[in-house]
């Protein structure tokens, strides 16, 4: 079965703390995103990666952290550094400029 | 910077009748325009795109238009059902001077639809 996997749906995070979001894709695309989105906002990019080894920063990446060992693999790092964690995470992948969505995970900041 | 504003922001129809969700951007080298329906919860589905070298583009009850000299483009979903129901977003791509990236978009806020049976 193809397609973007994100874990954990739900995650709960006490003030401080890192939490690190998973994203996996088998789709075989080279380039991979993290969007942030709050309510009633667009999808806000954070991240995004054209290749394994390599990731250029988006519109909000403070106080967030990714890697790209792996062509299946793009984690994102939510540190104690972000001020107001608290969103829905979505990851994307793409083959050319046609990007496809994970289904979200939730982080709630207690 | 670039934007991409969706209006309107909230749109009610009763079943069977049209939708229409208009946006407009401002990058004139934005050149791809994908259609996202996103459902509670879940992530936005691409449900429709279309290319600066096309003007229309239609896939069942769901089209799409795009006017590059005004900068705007709409999506169009005729005999409206339930399921229809949801969040859209439009997008557009951002031209090549982002650090020369292939495949970053640039996101509306949203227009939520409700379909009344």
């Known amino acids: 079965d193809g397609g973007i996997t994100q874990s954990p749906k739900y995650l709960f995070r006490k003030e401080g703390q890192n939490v690190t979001l998973s994203c996996e894709q088998n789709?075989?695309?080279?380039?991979m995103y993290w969007y942030r989105q709050d309510p009633g906002q667009g999808l806000r990019l954070i991240y995004y990666s054209q290749i394994v080894n390599d990731f250029q920063k988006g519109d909000i990446a403070e106080g967030y952290s990714v890697s790209r060992e792996k062509k299946e693999s793009f984690p994102l790092t939510v540190t104690s550094a972000q001020k107001n964690p608290t969103a829905f995470y979505l990851c994307?992948?793409?083959?050319?400029?046609?990007?496809?969505f994970g289904p979200g995970t939730r982080l709630t900041v207690l | 910077g670039e934007n991409v504003e969706q209006h309107p922001s909230t749109l009610s129809v009763q079943e069977g009748d049209s939708a229409v969700i208009k946006c407009t951007y401002s990058d004139s080298a934005s050149n791809y325009f994908p259609w996202y329906k996103q459902e509670l919860g879940k992530g936005p589905q691409l449900i429709i795109d279309i290319r600066s070298n096309v003007g229309e583009k239609k896939d069942q009850r769901i089209a799409v238009t795009l006017n590059k000299t005004a900068k705007h483009f709409s999506l169009h979903i005729t005999e409206t059902q339930p399921e229809d129901s949801a969040v859209y977003f439009c997008a557009a791509s951002r031209g090549m001077n982002y650090g020369g990236s292939q495949g970053n978009l640039i996101f509306g806020k949203g227009t939520k639809l409700s379909v009344k049976p």
């Open positions: 994307a992948s793409s083959r050319r400029d046609t990007q496809y």
């Open positions: 789709l075989n695309h080279d380039a």
